[in-house]
């Protein structure tokens, strides 16, 4: 088929199917540009609680689709690849966790959304990079917590509360591998130009950014800023849609150290793809299934998160 005709049969399938598409920032331009709903992991599991389609086809990396169904078990919940999965939620192992937190009973679990609903189900409340400081700072300051599994995005919250969270030691393969060199290099010859950065980054790229944020804290200011160059180390996906909002400033993505990769590009996002989304409307599969024990335990982090989000 050829884009044209992927893209009305898409339309076709999701109006005679009661679907709706979800999609995630970091996803291909073509796939955003196709959604229903484009936002960052709050975004989206705040979108497939209220949405009342039949279908939720999330074009983003499984644990998304898991999230999905965990609060919408009613639906069916379809994700375009199945391997679509996610580096930092497979650096916590769930076994491992569990025995984790068996070590540590006197301490309240707080972990990442992206994380398996096998960890969730280990887990007190869950957060967002959006929401993350605003619900750890609901805590006593004397709390014991563990913050799993990203210990950059922990760190940074430590270091932004006064904490002393005990951090699981998790990373994301993208947000790990942004150079500092380049990135010095690139304000050198922009000097205007705003740094933006993922809290899931490594604490020197923290330190040399204008601002640190969720996907959609980045998006935001780059919106509302008068600058009209901003240097972008987050997974390059996001800068389609701040070149939507935003035509007339320029955006940078911050290269890896390996110069031989496009290690800011998620390769687990960029394996949706406009047929892949296709053939799941089509066919209703791959279908995402949470085993109902682990459901029913996991559900009740992730409602905690939206209580404390409000």
Request: net charge negative; hydrophobic share 40%.
């Given at each position: 088929?050829?884009?044209?005709?992927?893209?009305?049969g898409?339309?076709r399938?999701?109006r005679?199917?009661r679907?709706?598409?979800?999609?995630?920032?970091?996803?291909?331009?073509?796939?955003?540009?196709?959604?229903?709903?484009?936002?960052?992991?709050?975004?989206?599991?705040?979108?497939?609680?209220?949405?009342?389609?039949?279908?939720?086809?999330?074009?983003?990396?499984?644990?998304?689709?898991?999230?999905?169904?965990?609060?919408?078990?009613?639906?069916?919940?379809?994700?375009?690849?199945?391997?679509?999965?996610c580096?930092?939620?497979?650096?916590?192992d769930?076994?491992?966790?569990?025995?984790f937190?068996?070590?540590?009973?006197?301490?309240?679990?707080?972990?990442?959304?992206?994380?398996?609903?096998a960890?969730?189900?280990?887990?007190?409340?869950?957060?967002?990079?959006?929401?993350?400081r605003?619900?750890?700072?609901?805590?006593?300051?004397?709390?014991?917590?563990?913050?799993?599994?990203?210990?950059?995005?922990?760190?940074?919250?430590?270091?932004?509360?006064?904490?002393?969270?005990?951090?699981?030691?998790g990373?994301?393969?993208?947000?790990?591998?942004?150079?500092?060199?380049?990135?010095?290099?690139?304000?050198?010859?922009?000097?205007?130009?705003k740094v933006?950065a993922?809290?899931?980054?490594?604490q020197?790229?923290?330190?040399?950014?204008?601002?640190?944020?969720s996907?959609?804290?980045?998006?935001?200011?780059?919106?509302?800023s008068?600058?009209?160059?901003f240097?972008?180390?987050t997974?390059?996906?996001i800068?389609?849609?701040?070149?939507?909002?935003?035509?007339?400033?320029?955006?940078?993505?911050?290269?890896?150290?390996?110069?031989?990769?496009?290690?800011?590009?998620?390769?687990?996002?960029?394996?949706?793809?406009?047929?892949k989304?296709?053939?799941?409307?089509?066919?209703e599969?791959?279908?995402?299934?949470?085993?109902?024990?682990?459901?029913?335990?996991?559900v009740?982090?992730?409602?905690?998160?939206?209580?404390?989000?409000?």
């Amino acid at each position: 088929m050829t884009k044209e005709e992927l893209i009305e049969g898409i339309n076709r399938l999701r109006r005679e199917k009661r679907a709706v598409i979800l999609a995630h920032y970091y996803q291909r331009g073509e796939i955003q540009d196709i959604a229903d709903v484009v936002g960052d992991s709050l975004a989206l599991a705040q979108w497939a609680q209220k949405s009342d389609a039949d279908i939720l086809v999330v074009c983003g990396v499984h644990f998304m689709g898991e999230t999905a169904k965990i609060l919408s078990p009613e639906k069916k919940v379809l994700v375009p690849d199945m391997e679509a999965g996610c580096s930092l939620a497979d650096s916590c192992d769930a076994e491992k966790f569990a025995a984790f937190v068996a070590a540590h009973p006197d301490h309240t679990v707080i972990s990442y959304v992206n994380t398996t609903a096998a960890v969730k189900a280990h887990t007190d409340v869950v957060v967002t990079s959006t929401n993350a400081r605003k619900i750890v700072d609901q805590f006593p300051k004397d709390a014991k917590l563990i913050f799993s599994p990203d210990r950059n995005l922990g760190g940074y919250i430590n270091s932004v509360t006064g904490r002393e969270m005990l951090l699981w030691d998790g990373a994301c393969h993208v947000h790990e591998r942004f150079s500092m060199e380049k990135l010095a290099q690139l304000k050198q010859e922009h000097p205007q130009a705003k740094v933006l950065a993922h809290p899931e980054c490594r604490q020197y790229i923290l330190n040399a950014a204008d601002v640190v944020g969720s996907t959609q804290a980045l998006l935001d200011f780059a919106v509302k800023s008068d600058a009209e160059e901003f240097i972008v180390a987050t997974e390059s996906g996001i800068l389609h849609e701040m070149r939507k909002r935003c035509p007339h400033k320029t955006f940078i993505p911050v290269p890896p150290d390996d110069p031989a990769c496009a290690c800011n590009e998620c390769n687990y996002m960029r394996l949706n793809t406009l047929q892949k989304l296709y053939d799941c409307l089509d066919r209703e599969s791959p279908e995402i299934t949470v085993d109902p024990d682990i459901r029913e335990r996991a559900v009740k982090p992730i409602l905690r998160m939206m209580e404390m989000s409000r």
